[in-house]
Nanobody, 126 residues
Framework: VQLQAFGGGLVQAGDSLRLTCAGS????????MAWFRQAPGKEREFVAA????????HYADSVKDRFTISRNNAENTFTLQMNNLKSEDTAVYYC????????????????????WGQGTEVTVSS
């Protein structure tokens, strides 16, 4: 699946942003999805993941209760709704996907994802 992420931008602390990742393949609904991010000078870190069937999600502790991941298989997209943004959320956000044999499984490590989007930059000013 080829992925394209968009929706990043410059916002103030407390604002919201919605990131979207669009997939290119008709087998999109056979893939599990995730968002990762990489801040300047830091390693890429897990943000949120969703299972192939959309029923299971998992979040990093730092974004729990503020971010929501969801998917729309009919439109080959998945999104990351980010509320109450903080300066520490500043990073380049990457979407990722991989074929999933089991529909309920969520994976949170980058090695579990084969396809990656190009990244979209989120900057939160305090």
């Amino acid at each position: 699946v080829q992925l394209q992420a968009f929706g990043g931008g410059l916002v103030q602390a407390g604002d919201s942003l919605r990131l979207t990742c669009a997939g290119s393949r008709r087998t999109f609904n056979m893939h599990r999805m995730a968002w990762f991010r990489q801040a300047p000078g830091k390693e890429r870190e897990f943000v949120a993941a969703i299972s192939r069937n959309g029923y299971n999600t998992h979040y990093a502790d730092s974004v729990k209760d503020r971010f929501t991941i969801s998917r729309n298989n009919a439109e080959n997209t998945f999104t990351l709704q980010m509320n109450n943004l903080k300066s520490e959320d500043t990073a380049v956000y990457y979407c990722a996907s991989n074929y999933a044999r089991r529909p309920e499984v969520v994976q949170i490590t980058p090695d579990e994802y084969h396809d990656w989007g190009q990244g979209t930059e989120v900057t939160v000013s305090s």
